[in-house]
């Protein structure tokens, strides 16, 4: 086969590049689905914690899995002004994810948590995001995004991905924690 023509040259280097760009999408894809996993795990840590009276003699083995997560996320305890923990921030470096805590109920409905935490302050951080996107000083893929969990209209966590500022994680952490204790506020009135 002769590949000497300008036009298969052509050819052979774009299906190059197409390969090349799926191998990358394959890596973010896997790299999403590891970043999912260890979500799930700390889900999995969180709830399945139990009494000490209730505990075996001998404690189950912990899986190299769970190990590492432990080891990667700090768990950030979020307290109302009187000290009542309402959710836990759990920080890797790539991800935050907030739970709110099993005997609270906070409905994704009630204020402020659409108008302030979701739309001015994660909203204004994809809106610099998005203009460092077009201005080429980050890759799509290291731009914020935030999703939230609920069953039904109740708030299960708060997954916010690519935070990639020590200080975002910060001022996400103590806004969450401020409209979280606003809510809980206005849905006792």
Not at 100 to 106: A, C
Not at 114 to 138: H, P, T
Not at 160 to 175: G, L, M, P, V
Request: net charge negative.
């Amino acid at each position: 086969m002769d590949y000497n023509s300008e036009e298969e040259i052509r050819n052979i280097l774009e299906l190059r590049e197409w390969i090349s760009d799926e191998i990358d999408k394959r890596k973010k894809e896997i790299e999403r689905l590891t970043q999912n996993l260890r979500i799930l795990d700390s889900l999995v840590k969180q709830s399945s914690f139990s009494k000490a009276s209730h505990l075996a003699s001998s404690p189950p083995a912990r899986t190299s899995n769970q190990q590492s997560i432990q080891e990667t996320a700090d768990v950030i305890p979020m307290k109302t002004p009187d000290n009542q923990i309402i959710a836990n921030a759990h920080v890797t470096p790539d991800e935050l994810v907030i739970i709110p805590s099993e005997e609270i109920s906070l409905d994704v409905e009630t204020q402020p948590f659409k108008s302030f935490f979701l739309g001015r302050i994660i909203g204004n951080m994809e809106s610099q995001d998005s203009a460092d996107v077009k201005n080429g000083k980050i890759s799509q893929g290291s731009a914020i995004s935030c999703m939230v969990n609920k069953e039904g209209s109740r708030i299960r966590e708060i997954l916010i991905k690519n935070y990639r500022q020590k200080e975002r994680a910060n001022e996400i952490i103590s806004t969450a924690t401020w409209s979280f204790s606003r809510m809980m506020e206005n849905s006792k009135k």
